[in-house]
């Protein structure tokens, strides 16, 4: 793990040296607070001095995955790293917790640190469930779709096969047998009707952030637009979802 991962969620991090960080670390009147301390997340790519951390990562790819309606490309390694690193620092606290010279000051800066975890744990988890709902959705979409299947890990897709598997399975022996013979097949495409298998709406429309001067987009009327970087649009989400998959804007 690379040593810049120690210091992805701010002070105080967990590491190999967090017990002697935390037992050191200045008072916290040592650090100005900043008048806009909890008013949001700063803007992704703004950031021209600093890189983007791996909880920043997370929060805009996790963003992206619950204002999309298709599924994204799956962030397998990064989650694997935080994962690593929430556990790292769970270890830590621990071994202060059970420290018996551990002071009042040392312990409420341990409930910091755990607070954090929480809330990266919680981020987590709702990524993982966005991604889970989208996957039994348009089960069958996706198994039928190659193209979609490098955007999953591989127990993502063989979630989404048995997924489809066992609801088709269910159809036919509940429902489908007792149709007439022309009527049996979920492949069925009725005019004016919904189809059988949903598929995601990629005319649905979505606020797209741009992250940098994005080049001419063709809208559904035929006209071409451009956005420029920090500019906001209302578009389908058809119209920006190469930019997505290129990280030149972000949903919001």
């Given at each position: 793990m690379p040593a810049d991962w120690e210091d992805d969620f701010g002070a105080p991090v967990a590491g190999p040296s967090f017990v002697d960080r935390a037992r050191n670390a200045p008072n916290d009147d040592d650090f100005p607070i900043a008048d806009d301390f909890g008013g949001g997340r700063p803007p992704i790519l703004a950031q021209d001095a600093a890189e983007e951390t791996s909880f920043q990562q997370l929060i805009r790819h996790w963003l992206n995955e619950r204002n999309a309606p298709d599924i994204l490309p799956g962030q397998e390694m990064l989650l694997g790293r935080l994962l690593d690193h929430i556990r790292k620092q769970s270890n830590d606290v621990e071994l202060l917790r059970a420290d018996p010279d551990s002071s009042e000051e040392e312990h409420f800066r341990i409930m910091l640190v755990q607070t954090e975890i929480e809330r990266v744990k919680f981020v987590i988890r709702s990524y993982v469930r966005t991604r889970l709902h989208k996957i039994e959705k348009y089960a069958r979409h996706i198994a039928t779709t190659p193209e979609i299947h490098e955007r999953?890990?591989?127990?993502?897709?063989?979630?989404?096969?048995?997924?489809?598997?066992?609801?088709?399975?269910?159809?036919?022996?509940?429902?489908?047998?007792?149709?007439?013979?022309?009527?049996?097949?979920?492949?069925?495409?009725?005019?004016f009707m919904p189809p059988m298998i949903p598929a995601p709406d990629k005319l649905r429309p979505v606020f797209a952030h741009a992250l940098v001067d994005c080049p001419p987009m063709r809208l559904p009327d035929g006209s071409a637009t451009e956005m420029q970087k920090g500019q906001i649009s209302l578009t389908p989400y058809h119209v920006v979802e190469h930019l997505l998959l290129r990280g030149e804007v972000e949903l919001v």
């Open positions: 999953l890990s591989k127990a993502e897709l063989d979630h989404a096969k048995r997924y489809a598997k066992t609801v088709e399975y269910h159809f036919n022996h509940a429902v489908l047998q007792s149709l007439p013979p022309q009527q049996q097949s979920l492949n069925e495409d009725v005019a």
